[in-house]
Nanobody, 124 residues
Framework: QVQLVESGGGVVQAGESLRLSCAAS????????MGWFRQAPGQEREFVAG????????TYADSVKGRFTISRDNAKNTLYLQMTSLKPEDTAVYYC?????????????????WGQGTQVTVSS
């Protein structure tokens, strides 16, 4: 098993940046595919970004491509999401998630472990 704890959320203005972190404990972090998801009020949870075990392969939702960067530091057991040029529509609770396998996937039901989430609010 792996335990995940997100941090770094907050309230920012449109156009600003924010970096989320996800600290992992338990089984070896580097054996997991990692992903970021988000859920806005009244909406379903949606995929944001995913990263392979070694960090060499990443995938992004079209809505964040070019603005968000997912990365990981396996030595620190930590996943990151660098968010730039934030928009009000990025407002949501952001979750990190872990799964086995070889490549990141976009379906939330394919992820086995979840953090508690961190709130990101972008004001216009």
């Amino acid at each position: 098993q792996v335990q995940l704890v997100e941090s770094g959320g907050g309230v920012v203005q449109a156009g600003e940046s924010l970096r989320l972190s996800c600290a992992a404990s338990g089984r070896t972090f580097s054996t997991y595919i990692m992903g970021w998801f988000r859920q806005a009020p009244g909406q379903e949870r949606e995929f944001v970004a995913g990263i392979s075990r070694g960090g060499g392969s990443t995938t992004y939702a079209d809505s964040v491509k070019g603005r968000f960067t997912i990365s990981r530091d396996n030595a620190k057991n930590t996943l990151y999401l660098q968010m730039t040029s934030l928009k009000p529509e990025d407002t949501a609770v952001y979750y990190c998630a872990a799964r086995g396998g070889l490549m990141p996937v976009t379906q939330d039901s394919d992820y086995n472990y979840w953090g508690q989430g961190t709130q990101v609010t972008v004001s216009s």
